[in-house]
């Protein structure tokens, strides 16, 4: 087997992260590799997505929030007080649980993250919305209809425009927060083919409560379990041989 | 028969006296006005001037006094009403000092009965700012400093500013914070998130709340009592520094100051049905537009 040439893209040294006197996280350190698919698996409030959501810092916007440690995105200790949190969410792209397009038409959506960086020129809007909707697969279903409300798109549809409004501000880094776990099964497959797809030009995090999602789309696969992380590893290595025996209880559904 | 039977029988018919009571009281009260009013809306009262010691004529320059009166309130007042709900519903933690304090505010402002606004008006606008604002432009005689539509206007704004705020709020918590989420995390600062998603979505509670306002505000007499409205005038106000001539007021005077009240019986039932039906429909485009909120837009 050839071994690939992997770099660390996102690094996290003995992260911890607090909600008023609750601890969250444990000195989470971990590295995730550039241009991989990695999946967080765990049982509901092991801190998953507290950790997906501290390293583009959406936790800021929890008043009780608190975070020690450090958090590196290409070297770059992303809580360091010198960090433009706007230019940082600029670099790292979000996909939420819940679809939320904005109330405004399919363009619009697309165009918004571009907007704020100052574009305006039509036919360079025109250029990066055709390409974010073609990276989303949804170009095609989308195309003569993108005056229309976006409001209007089916759940699966919805996602995908999400995931190509993230995608148009140019990020490197996309996460994921249980993307698919309101879509029906040929949404589901959909979104994951695009997750495959999009790996080749992001650093891509993925909170997932469906393992056979991580296995299908993941490289890497961490486990949480109450604020810990308990084994990152190959995902190939996570679901056939885990090291650790909470891994291998909730991999293969004994619980959680 | 039991005794769970009779309270419920009981508990029916009270409810059913009070519906018909607050039901005949609303239908008697517009019946009459509608009776009364109804035939004596000409054209004539509509467009011209009140003549005669308010005996005979229109009541025009009430009217347009009115309607300038809330237009002006509601320039002033909606902004600082919008800005303070955005503060205290976006910029502030729940249970924090300042949100409390304003709140505290705010509440305690929608309480205070509205003759103490008029003075507050005549003090603050009228005695305080008008003053200065003389003395800064070296005006010889009172331009500012004497009662006037602008200050009518801002005291109106003081007093409905509590309405403002509390449908501009409403109309902002209906925005989920999913959306703002969605805004932050593309690289949107806050205050982009705001002006991008979060107001464009509310602009139906920013209409309702100025609709309130004006519903609420429009029939109120005390507080432009000391600073603005005036019995009479022979010509329409021509700036916001003039004094007008405003419906409520003018049905005081009517039906108070007229040397033959009984004459102008038919003019004050026709000045009366003008007024509610500027307050109802005012009342009822607001409850339209916000059941159209509650109804459309997010799923």
Known sequence: MSKKITETKIEANDLCVYYGAKQALHRISIDLFEREVTAFIGPSGCGKSTFLRSINRMNDLVPTARVTGNLYIDGVDIYHSSVDVVELRKRVGMVFQKSTPFPKSIYDNVAFGPRLNGITDRTELDRIVEESLINAALFDEVKDRLDSSAMGLSGGQQQRLCIARAVAVNPSILLMDEPCSALDPISTAKVEELILELKKQYTIVIVTHNMQQAARVSEYTAFFYMGHLVEYDKTRKIFTNPSKKETEDYVTGRFG | ?299
């Not at chain 2, 003081?158 to 989420?181: C, D, F, G, W």
């Open chain 2, 1 to 299: 028969m039991s005794t769970k039977r009779l309270i419920g029988i009981f508990a029916i018919g009270a409810a059913t006296v009070a519906v018909i009571a607050i039901a005949g009281l609303v239908f008697s009260t517009m019946g009459t006005f509608l009776v009364k009013g109804l035939p004596n809306i000409t054209w004539q009262l509509l467009s011209e001037a009140p003549r005669n010691n308010n005996t005979e004529g229109g009541i025009f320059p009430a009217i347009y006094g009115t309607t300038l009166l809330v237009l002006v309130m509601s320039i002033l007042g909606v902004p600082i009403g919008t800005i303070t709900a955005i503060y205290l519903n976006e910029y502030t933690r729940a249970g924090a000092v300042m949100p409390r304090v304003i709140r505290f505010a705010v509440n305690t402002l929608a309480g205070v009965p509205s003759i103490v606004f008029g003075l507050f008006g005549l003090g603050f606008f009228v005695q305080f700012l008008g003053v200065g604002l003389d003395k800064t432009f070296g005006n010889t005689e009172a331009i500012w400093a004497k009662p006037a539509l602008l200050w009518a206007s801002a005291t109106l704004a003081a007093l409905t500013l509590p309405v403002v705020i509390v449908s501009v709020e409403e109309a902002l918590k209906n925005v989920p914070q999913e959306m703002r989420e969605g805004s932050l995390a593309l690289g949107a600062t806050r205050w982009q998130t705001i002006w991008k998603i979060v107001l464009p979505n509310s602009t139906t509670g920013i209409l309702t709340g100025s609709i309130l306002a004006i519903g609420r505000s429009a029939g109120e007499v005390a507080p432009i009592l000391f600073t603005g409205v005036v019995y009479s005038l022979p010509q329409l106000p021509d700036g916001i520094s003039s004094q007008f001539m405003h419906l409520g007021y003018h049905l005081f005077v009517l039906s108070t100051q007229s040397p033959d009240v009984d004459k102008t019986l038919p003019l004050q039932y026709a000045t009366t049905l003008v007024l509610l039906m500027l307050t109802f429909t005012l009342n009822f485009a607001a409850t339209f537009i916000r059941s159209r909120i509650r109804s459309k837009q997010f799923r």
